[in-house]
């Protein structure tokens, strides 16, 4: 079974990517964003975060609302750069621990590839899980585009941006560099390309 981590700036077409290799046989596509979304599920997080923040990050039901906690960390300040900090404090270990489980699931499983779809692989150490890291490099007016068609404004996106690792980081710390500057069909047979290699 081989582990492949995706890395990449906002916008650059990691999902498209995912998707693509998701559909090859015996593939499995770990969403970290999604277990993201999980981990602002259980209790203790919550009673963590309700302890750094109080409730504002909080919508009307107790729970936590992404939106408003996005606004804390991502406030393009001192103070929100030490909040991000705290939130990965938070959330990345245990992140780590449901992608953990889910790759020993897909060896139980017998699966071919295994993808981590996941914006902070860096970050959170994930690249340690991983055969080969794959950096998607993408134009930064396609990228643009991308954020745009989210709802973000050209602020969010570089707040956002600010407070990623460098994506010369990111690309020096791959194996192979994926162009994404081309038609799906070409993006697809260069994907298919790397995945020889691996």
């Known amino acids: 079974m081989k582990i492949i981590g995706l890395v990449g700036g906002i916008g650059?077409?990691?999902?498209?990517?995912?998707?693509?290799?998701?559909?090859?046989?015996?593939?499995?596509?770990?969403?970290?964003?999604?277990?993201?979304?999980?981990?602002?599920?259980?209790?203790?997080v919550k009673t963590l975060i309700r302890n750094e923040w109080g409730g504002v990050p909080f919508d009307i039901n107790g729970e936590i609302d992404r939106r408003k906690l996005a606004a804390i960390v991502f406030s393009g300040t001192k103070t929100g750069d030490e909040n991000l900090d705290k939130l990965k404090k938070i959330s990345l270990p245990r992140i780590a621990t449901l992608l953990k489980s889910q790759i020993d699931r897909a060896k139980m499983k017998k699966k071919t590839w295994v993808l981590l779809d996941a914006p902070l692989l860096l970050e959170g150490g994930w690249d340690k899980f991983c055969n080969a890291v794959i950096f998607i490099d993408t134009p930064e007016n396609l990228r643009l585009e991308r954020a745009a068609s989210r709802g973000w404004t050209k602020e969010e996106y570089y707040a956002r941006t600010q407070?990623?690792?460098?994506?010369?980081?990111?690309?020096?710390?791959?194996?192979?560099?994926?162009?994404?500057?081309?038609?799906?069909e070409q993006l697809k047979e260069r994907i298919n390309a790397i995945l020889e290699n691996i």
């Open 12 to 44: 650059s077409g990691k999902s498209t990517v995912a998707q693509i290799i998701g559909k090859r046989d015996g593939a499995v596509v770990l969403d970290a964003d999604k277990l993201g979304h999980d981990v602002l599920l259980l209790d203790e």
């Open 163 to 184: 407070r990623q690792i460098p994506l010369e980081k990111k690309r020096l710390a791959a194996k192979f560099i994926l162009r994404n500057d081309c038609s799906f």
